[in-house]
């Protein structure tokens, strides 16, 4: 399929209660769209009870490549499954869009345009953080940074290609439905999971670093713990599922929470144990003095903060995950008979 044949583009936009961003992204999406291409827009929701709903339908009054479809599972996994059976019968390339995020002009066309020069099957883009409160700036920074992502290539990377994994922003929809959709079970990481049965079944996925996206991260503690937690938790889902899919930086994450652990319980017989805890403190030390230093902002001092919730969280919802959360091995010649199509359910 080159970007001439793909007639048919689905714009799938999960939300909940979104009423306060939701015009900003309708707006820049629809903003220099591929003259070739009929574009559908669905506004996916979740039940919201902000508004959304009522502003949805009228901004669809308006314009009628606009759907509203209600999604009563509430979650975004099943909210772009269910506009794919319900309104990708003849679409040739699915878009996942984000509420809370801010979309370059062209985005839709600057998609279709690096699945036909690359031959991806889907195309994944790196998100640029930033913030309006001092907490929720330090977040954003140091989730630019190595200390905040671990060098994943889609937070923040610079360099484009072929890779295992990043942000979804759109899929060949035969690729899409080959692999079975989303898999509504999980609330979180259903998309680095989603990726590795695209890989399994042979597709390419492409990170586009020329395609940025803005993101606002949580803007409270108890926010960033919670949301760090269920990435955790999710991704311990996924490594069982698809043995072979961890990666180092994530693997280090848990194993730094239970040595320092350890260590702390030690420390009444061995103080030396306390080296460990001691100089990851001082790491995070270093990276708040360095981030406000760069930033020229006292904000800066709860980068290393920020980054010790997000490392302890992650952790500790990964090992939550691997004892109270029971997964198997994923099987593909089982799941080729359960694949995604309209009208259907998925279960991979």
């Excluded at 001092?134 to 290539?153: E, H, L, Y």
């Excluded at 989603?194 to 940025?212: M, N, P």
């Excluded at 606002?216 to 889902?237: C, D, E, I, M, W």
């Amino acid at each position: 399929m080159t970007i001439e044949s793909a007639r048919t583009v689905l714009v799938v936009i999960p939300t909940l209660n979104e009423v306060r961003t939701l015009p900003d992204v309708v707006r820049s999406l629809c903003q220099d769209l591929p003259a070739h291409a009929r574009v559908t827009l669905v506004v996916a929701d979740g039940g919201s009870t902000d508004g959304t709903v009522e502003l949805t339908r009228r901004m669809s009054e308006a314009d009628p490549a606009l759907h509203l479809l209600a999604n009563p599972r509430r979650i975004q996994s099943a909210a772009v499954n269910l506009a794919a059976q319900v309104f990708g019968r003849e679409a040739d390339v699915l878009v996942r869009c984000d509420a809370h995020a801010h979309y370059p002009v062209g985005f839709v066309r600057q998609l279709l345009e690096t699945l036909d020069r690359t031959q991806a099957d889907a195309v994944v883009v790196p998100m640029d953080s930033s913030g309006a409160t001092c907490f929720q700036r330090a977040v954003a920074w140091v989730s630019n940074t190595w200390a905040g992502t671990g060098g994943s290539a889609h937070r923040g990377g610079r360099r484009s290609g072929f890779v295992d994994h990043g942000h979804h922003a759109a899929f060949r929809m035969s690729s899409f439905l080959r692999a079975g959709g989303y898999d509504e079970s999980y609330t979180h990481n259903e998309d680095a999971e989603l990726d590795c049965r695209q890989r399994k079944f042979g597709s390419k996925v492409y990170l586009d670093a020329e395609i940025r996206l803005g993101y606002h991260p949580r803007n409270t503690v108890r926010g960033l713990a919670r949301q760090y937690f269920s990435y955790g938790k999710g991704r311990s889902r996924t490594v069982r599922r698809h043995p072979g899919s961890m990666r180092a930086r994530q693997l280090a994450l848990p194993a730094n929470l239970v040595i320092s652990a350890l260590a702390v319980a030690l420390a009444p017989m061995y103080p030396l144990a306390l080296a460990w805890p001691i100089a990851y403190g001082a790491a995070l030390g270093f990276t708040s003095v360095s981030i406000a230093w760069q930033q020229r902002s006292v904000c800066g001092l709860l980068s290393g903060f920020a980054a010790g919730t997000m490392h302890v969280c992650w952790a500790a919802g990964f090992l939550s995950g691997l004892v109270f959360v029971r997964e198997s091995a994923w099987q593909p010649e089982l799941a080729s008979v359960r694949a995604l199509s309209p009208g259907g359910r998925v279960t991979p």
